[in-house]
């Protein structure tokens, strides 16, 4: 997943990987490693379960590609995109003993790794929803968003029940709202909420009929 | 070809010959380019080890191979098989052409052909599966050929334990005359590498005058560099174990011993007696052990020895040689791993194993010794090694993987490496051991705390017999100045950090946590890995009490107030083997509490501690005091406090404030 590179003072010594060493403690590092390892892919994981649920993520061994036959394009195969970070650190930093240096690669590695996740992933939505129409260019926020919410097709979780979409937005939309949040209009969130549960009666309706497609007895 | 004789054709004697020597040379090549010299080398070591000085081996039972085929090598290795199982020694020695192939090592036959090596050569695995079945106590292979250290790859495939298990005493030693992708070279005199044999079996290069045998072990040591012929860049290679107690290549052509004449009668030496003592599931364990040495661990390799060691107490005067042999095996077994200090660990393993039987007999007191005169040697070497490492390149002592790791085991290894220093120190200086003319140890320091000064920091209570056999040693040493900087740095890190440091031998997750907790310095924390109470800052103490540095520690000591420190006094210190020493007496103080100052450490020493160390070593003993040294920096949950010198109180009026 991520790859750690000591400065260039290590290209400049290759010899060091041929020298012996007092007092080598091989496996306890390469131990101690591991677990260092573990917590970054640990808090990565955690950063990414904050923007997909657990049940949605997939892990598959093997391939570069991959298709999912219930989306709208079956047989257009998506390449799986490598995420890769790498953080320097110096062997001055080690002599110097500055231990805060495991306290940023433990932060920065799954935040990196997350920033790339992410901009994949608005990559992904952004080519699919152009590629299908699902734009909504109005640049008025209240009629953009009501546009939006009329056009999306609520999902339901496992057990049925629908659940509402999730907003990601860019910082300035972000304002955008926080300000219309401050002076609500009455009227457009009664809308919303009318249109909301309407999408959330269909998407039930929906489900019940997928249902329906087993067979009973 | 010009067989001098062949036992499987010879009718001269019934039964098995005890020394079976089979010396092969090869010039006339059919497919590939001739040599010069390898008949008569072939034909030097067969004379040298039958009729020579150094003989042991029967004549009429030995073989001389002239440039022979392959078949003629596979009669002669049948008839051995055939009339010679279970000889005392067996030796197999070939000059000429060797190749490596796919992995493998072949030695070439005069008609071998290089296109087709694997039908037309000899392949190391017949030899060693020979001398399996042949089953002798001792077998020796020695191959002057290019690329023969790659006989090594198949050393591990042949030998397994559950093979040689069946010959408990087997022993095997291969020497090899150039590394894996060396040649071999020959001039005029004959193969550079046999020369230099020849000059240790002919007594022209003293090996040693002290045993009336040679081991292959004790002749590859003395000829890298004996000052005759120059090997260049061709590097022997050496792998051996020794089971037998007694290494009996040939006979030392330099003993004397008091003009004795010593007997080829192999049945007058103590590794017969003592080879009964190894069952076949102890060898095969031996053998695994040996196989793995690589990844040793101590307390297995400990745990080993401490069982043949049990099984040797019947035989002690044979006790000396016999742990010699097996820790020098394992010794050379573990010669090229990774870690310098590899070697210092197996002898300090076999040390462990023979302490608690110091009483019982002068013998293994003699046997201790031996082992701590190979720990000083080792030591230095590893020492040497390192500074030489340094002074090509400042990051030397960064471990291979690097990383995050080092911020808990570089901070260990600087205070390991200062803790064998002060060893090295103090075994000049306490125990009459000769100086390494070859490594200046102040030197050394200096360039440690030049180049490594911010690691030395408290992390951990395995780095407290480190820093106090050097804060000791510096002490004798007069290397004041560099003593004061230690103590300050351990002290003012100890106490930024809250006086939190790790316990002993910390599992690697402990020492994430403990890594994280030095980020965050919570003020309260009571997480399991600290120790308390602190040998570490016993030892901080106990150097500024030796240093006099009460006006640098005292005005801040209340920073760590309540914080405890001990010290343990074991009844005796040849109990410094044991795991978890059970007698003795722990003295634990806390700061605050009677202790207010350096001052005040003084006399907690002088009051508590001091006398129990005096009663616990009343006469100086240089086997137990060395032993229990050496322990304590591998085994560091002990302080080897036998050590401190005499620390005077101080006049409350000479500790000024500033």
């Not at chain 2, 020796?140 to 408990?168: H, K, M, W």
């Not at chain 2, 102890?282 to 069982?307: C, N, V």
């Not at chain 2, 390494?436 to 000064?453: D, P, R, S």
Request: negative net charge; glycine residues 6%; hydrophobic residues 40%.
């Amino acid at each position: 997943m991520n790859q750690q590179k000591d400065s260039e003072q290590d290209m400049q010594q290759p010899h060091r990987q041929t020298q012996r060493l007092p007092f080598e403690h091989a496996r306890e590092i390469g131990k101690l490693e591991e677990i260092i390892q573990e917590q970054i892919a640990k808090r990565a994981q955690v950063m990414l379960e904050d923007v997909i649920p657990s049940t949605n993520i997939q892990r598959l061994k093997h391939g570069r590609q991959w298709v999912a036959t219930n989306s709208y394009r079956p047989d257009d195969p998506t390449e799986t995109v490598v995420h890769s970070t790498e953080m320097s650190i110096s062997f001055e930093s080690i002599l110097n003993h500055e231990v805060v240096i495991l306290g940023r690669l433990l932060n920065e590695i799954p935040n990196e790794m997350h920033k790339q996740l992410m901009a994949s992933m608005y990559d992904t939505v952004r080519e699919t929803t152009e590629s299908t129409g699902n734009v909504v260019s109005n640049k008025d926020f209240k009629a953009g968003f009501m546009e939006a919410i009329k056009g999306i097709v609520f999902s339901v979780d496992r057990w049925g029940v629908p659940s509402a979409p999730q907003l990601h937005v860019h910082p300035a939309m972000a304002a955008k709202i926080e300000q219309y949040c401050r002076d609500p209009d009455a009227a457009y969130d009664q809308e919303i909420q009318r249109i909301t549960e309407q999408k959330k009666l269909e998407a039930i309706a929906d489900e019940a009929r997928r249902i329906t497609r087993y067979k009973f007895r | 070809m010009r067989p001098v004789a062949s036992p499987a054709t010879s009718s001269a004697s019934a039964g098995a010959a005890r020394c079976v020597l089979l010396s092969i040379g090869c010039n006339a090549y059919q497919h590939v380019d001739p040599l010069g010299s390898a008949e008569q080398d072939a034909k030097s070591i067969f004379d040298a080890l039958t009729t020579g000085s150094a003989s042991i081996y029967d004549p009429e039972h030995s073989a001389l191979l002239l440039s022979p085929n392959r078949a003629d090598i596979e009669s002669s290795i049948l008839g051995i098989l055939k009339q010679h199982k279970g000889a005392d020694v067996f030796t197999f020695y070939f000059a000429g052409h060797g190749t490596l192939r796919d992995g493998s090592f072949y030695l070439c036959p005069c008609d071998a052909s290089v296109d087709a090596i694997s039908v037309t050569g000899i392949n190391i695995t017949t030899i060693l599966r020979a001398v399996c079945e042949l089953k002798p106590r001792q077998a020796y292979l020695i191959f002057d050929a290019c690329n023969s250290g790659g006989g090594a790859l198949d050393l591990t495939a042949v030998l397994r334990p559950e093979i040689i298990a069946q010959s408990p005493a087997f022993g095997i030693s291969v020497m090899a005359s150039a590394n894996i992708a060396e040649p071999a070279i020959e001039d005029a005199g004959g193969g550079l590498f046999t020369q230099k044999l020849l000059l240790a079996l002919n007594g022209s290069l003293l090996v040693n005058d002290t045993a009336p045998f040679l081991g292959l072990g004790d002749i590859v040591r003395k000829l890298p560099n004996d000052g005759s012929i120059d090997l260049g860049q061709q590097g022997p290679n050496f792998w051996d174990l020794n089971l037998t107690g007694a290494d009996t290549f040939c006979r030392n052509p330099a003993f004397t011993a008091n003009g004795q004449t010593h007997s080829t009668d192999f049945g007058t030496l103590r590794f017969h007696q003592s080879n009964n003592l190894i069952d076949p599931a102890l060898a095969a364990e031996i053998w695994r052990s040996f196989l793995d040495l690589p990844r040793f661990k101590f307390e297995d390799l400990h745990s080993l020895f401490e069982r043949l060691v049990d099984r040797m107490l019947i035989d002690l005067p044979a006790i000396p040689s016999s742990a010699e042999s097996i820790a020098r095996s394992f010794a050379a077994g573990v010669a090229t791993n990774s870690d310098t200090f590899s070697e210092v660990q197996v002898r300090a393993a076999m040390i462990r194993a023979l302490l608690p039987h110091i009483s019982k007999d002068d013998n293994i007191r003699a046997a201790i010794g031996m082992q701590v005169d190979a720990v000083v040697t080792g030591a230095g070497a590893a020492l040497k090694e390192l500074s030489q490492a340094i002074d090509a390149h400042r990051y030397a002592l960064l471990s291979r993987r690097g990383g995050h790791a080092d911020l808990y085991y570089l901070p260990l290894r600087v205070a390991q490496v200062l803790g064998w220093i002060g060893f090295l120190s103090l075994s000049e200086q306490s125990y009459g051991f000769k100086s390494n003319a070859a490594l200046n140890l102040k030197e050394l320091t200096a360039k440690i705390l030049k180049i490594y000064g911010n690691s030395i920091v408290t992390v951990g209570e395995d780095q407290a017999p480190h820093f106090l056999t050097f804060l000791v040693a510096s002490k004798a040493a007069g290397w004041s100045e560099q003593a004061e900087e230690v103590v300050g740095r351990l002290y003012l890190n100890f106490n930024e950090n809250l006086g939190r440091v790790l316990s002993n031998d910390p599992p690697p997750a402990d020492i994430f946590e403990y890594l994280i907790l030095r980020i965050a310095q919570p003020p309260e924390c009571t997480a399991p890995f600290l120790h308390s109470p602190s040998e570490l800052f016993s030892v901080i103490l106990l150097g500024a009490g030796m240093f006099n540095l009460d006006e640098e520690i005292d005005f801040s000591l209340i920073q760590l107030d309540h914080t405890h420190f001990s010290f343990y006094v074991p009844d005796s210190y040849s109990e410094f083997w044991q795991e978890a020493m059970q007698t003795g007496r722990n003295v634990v103080s806390r700061l605050g509490h009677r202790v207010w100052s350096v001052n005040d450490v003084r006399r907690t020493w002088r009051d508590y501690v001091l006398g129990l160390v005096q009663a616990t070593l009343p006469a100086k003993d240089r086997e137990v005091e060395l032993s229990a040294l050496a322990l304590s920096l591998i085994m560091p949950d002990r302080l080897p406090l036998f050590i401190v010198p005499d620390i005077p109180l101080l006049p409350e009026t000479e500790i000024t404030i500033a």
